[in-house]
């Protein structure tokens, strides 16, 4: 009889659709493209538009909303929006565990409001079916200096020893030991790795050596790399060469007339140089599935948590709040710690805390409109790859595969592949049916599968796909309609010419949303400032930490 496939799920946080190399960016990513090459790129497979509503949907088969993650990991007390994962779902690793396969968690877990070391674990990895954590429980923070690190249930610090520590090294260091010492121990028994990167999520960190590869690689500016990328992701193939490239943000100037060009350029360096980071560590794990001879018989599958990141930092400051855990004052070397963006803060090493801003965020996300938050193209359409050799014909390898899903396929795919059966019941409770279907029959020749309409819902942005129609909305503004197959870059709406279309695909919106317990935003916002906002006021406004 044969074995039963191991499966590895790699999530990064932060990235565009476009950075990669696979997918035409500038970034060189040797490992993943070598998956890609090897096996099969998806051209339309799409997240929810936010790090923590991501991990939550991927990990238990729901949308976010149903499974209590519908906004952030702070409650707002209300059903969908608890902040927590619901008792009434089950996670992948719940699944496989049951089934008998051993589960491993290295990197971001960001799906409970239940952080502190202390406080209740019942959302934590080793409670939701993983048998080893190593990673950190929050969202972000420092690379050099990571909030809320974790091995199992206990809070740990990154030895004073340890001169060295970056955690993206860390993740794939630990992937790559727990994958050689189940092999070690038991390789008759399937695996599932869950390798959750932060890495290219703000802070800018990055080392020296990665930084220095990019010198010089964007100093042509934002505008004329975007129409480079463009024509590479044509000439790929990821692309029809009819969709127009969207408009730079029109809160960007041109290039040409940007300041501190060479402080600009360095930020990107910087974010460059830790996807090439993440990178490098992927092609670790990789290399221990070769050496113990597992990886044909891996499941691998890689993407993103939502679009390139817009957010901006306002002028550098010396940090001294010590209220947010997510920003050190200090750097272990007692260094002061500078939040914020500005030519005077050269970015990458740990005394600085800076974000890449709008305009580079618009690169990553070429050739799309908006970012992580939004549900335009630019904040969900993300890299898929998957890499099979035992199940995927060697004759397909570096084929792309065009079908629209999003992350509740992904619960399905691997309950496809490895056999395993969905859950009935956790802990006596009844569990929510897997929303997803089974990729498999598009990873064999493109077929469409039995969905008829995909969702989405973010902070009041919502959009809703069938076939090739699109209905979108950004909060607060209107409902806009595209046509995907002539107009996937979002630029022509043409809501006005298809009203039967708009009625349609409106209606089955908010049978969805009711269904999913998605809340009108404005409701929940009044909900929320009656709760929280008085609060919020007296301690200042960090938004800009969700």
Same mark, same amino acid.
């Given at each position: 009889m044969a074995?039963?496939?191991n499966v590895l799920l790699i999530l990064n946080d932060d990235m565009g659709y476009s950075d990669i190399g696979c997918y035409g960016g500038e970034v060189q990513t040797p490992s993943l493209d070598g998956l890609a090459e090897g096996g099969l790129r998806l051209t339309q497979f799409y997240n929810t538009a936010r790090c923590c509503p991501s991990r939550a949907s991927l990990l238990t088969g729901l949308h976010p909303h149903q499974a209590d993650v519908g906004h952030m990991v702070g409650s707002d007390d209300i059903d969908g929006y608890i902040g927590d994962l619901a008792p009434d779902s089950v996670t992948i690793a719940e699944v496989l565990k049951a089934s008998g396969y051993a589960t491993y968690l290295s990197g971001k877990w960001h799906v409970t409001a239940h952080t502190g070391g202390d406080g209740p674990k019942h959302n934590w990895p080793l409670q939701r079916g993983f =048998?080893?954590?190593?990673?950190?429980?929050?969202? @972000?923070?420092? &690379?050099?200096?990571?909030?809320?690190?974790?091995? $199992?249930?206990?809070?740990?610090?990154?030895?004073a020893d340890d001169t060295d520590y970056f955690i993206?090294?860390?993740?794939?260091?630990?992937?790559?030991?727990?994958i050689e010492q189940h092999v070690a121990k038991d390789d008759d028994t399937p695996f599932f790795g869950y390798l959750g990167y932060t890495a290219p999520h703000w802070p800018l960190h990055a080392h020296d050596e990665d930084i220095a590869k990019y010198e010089g690689r964007f100093d042509a500016g934002w505008d004329q790399l975007r129409q480079e990328r463009l024509e590479r992701m044509v000439e790929l193939g990821l692309l029809d060469e009819s969709w127009a490239l969207s408009p730079r943000d029109p809160s960007q100037p041109a290039w040409e007339n940007a300041p501190d060009k060479e402080w600009e350029a360095r930020r990107m360096e910087v974010y460059a140089a830790q996807i090439d980071r993440m990178d490098?560590?992927?092609?670790?794990?990789? =290399?221990?599935?070769?050496?113990? $001879?597992?990886?044909?018989?891996?499941?691998?599958i890689f993407l993103a948590d939502n679009g390139g990141c817009a957010?901006?930092?306002? @002028?550098?400051?010396?940090?001294?709040?010590?209220s947010w855990i997510w920003i050190p004052t200090k750097t272990r070397q007692g260094d002061p710690v500078y939040f914020g963006n500005g030519p005077d803060l050269i970015p990458g090493g740990p005394e600085t805390y800076c974000s890449y801003g709008v305009a580079w965020a618009n690169l990553s996300n070429t050739p799309f409109r908006e970012y992580?938050?939004?549900?335009?193209? $630019? $904040?969900?359409?993300?890299?898929?790859i998957v890499h099979y050799p035992n199940g995927i014909d060697a004759s397909k390898n570096g084929q792309f595969r065009t079908t629209p899903a999003q992350l509740p396929d992904v619960m399905a795919t691997i309950l496809d592949v490895t056999g395993a059966e969905y859950l009935a019941e956790r802990e006596g409770v009844p569990v929510k049916p897997c929303e997803g279907f089974s990729l498999c029959p598009v990873l064999d020749n493109d077929e469409g599968f039995e969905r008829? &309409?995909? &969702?989405?819902?973010?902070?009041?942005?919502? @959009?809703?796909?069938? =076939?090739?129609w699109k209905l979108v909305r950004k909060w607060p503004g209107d409902w806009e309609l595209y046509d995907m197959n002539v107009d996937r870059t979002e630029l022509n709406n043409v809501l006005k010419d298809h009203p039967a279309v708009r009625g349609e695909l409106s209606a089955e919106y908010f049978r969805w949303a009711h269904r999913a317990q998605v809340m009108e935003?404005?409701?929940?916002?009044?909900?929320? &400032?009656?709760?929280?906002?008085?609060?919020l006021e007296e301690q200042g406004d960090k938004s800009f930490m969700d």
């Open positions: 074995k039963r496939p =048998d080893e954590f190593y990673g950190i429980i929050t969202g @972000a923070g420092s &690379y050099y200096d990571p909030p809320t690190l974790t091995r $199992g249930n206990e809070r740990i610090s990154v030895p993206t090294d860390a993740i794939s260091d630990q992937m790559v030991d727990y490098q560590g992927i092609g670790r794990v990789v =290399d221990a599935l070769r050496r113990t $001879g597992q990886l044909d018989n891996t499941l691998i957010e901006t930092f306002p @002028a550098p400051v010396e940090y001294t709040d010590e992580k938050h939004w549900v335009h193209e $630019g $904040g969900i359409a993300t890299p898929f008829e &309409y995909l &969702y989405w819902e973010h902070e009041g942005n919502r @959009a809703i796909r069938k =076939d090739n935003w404005d409701e929940l916002e009044a909900i929320r &400032y009656e709760k929280f906002g008085k609060i």
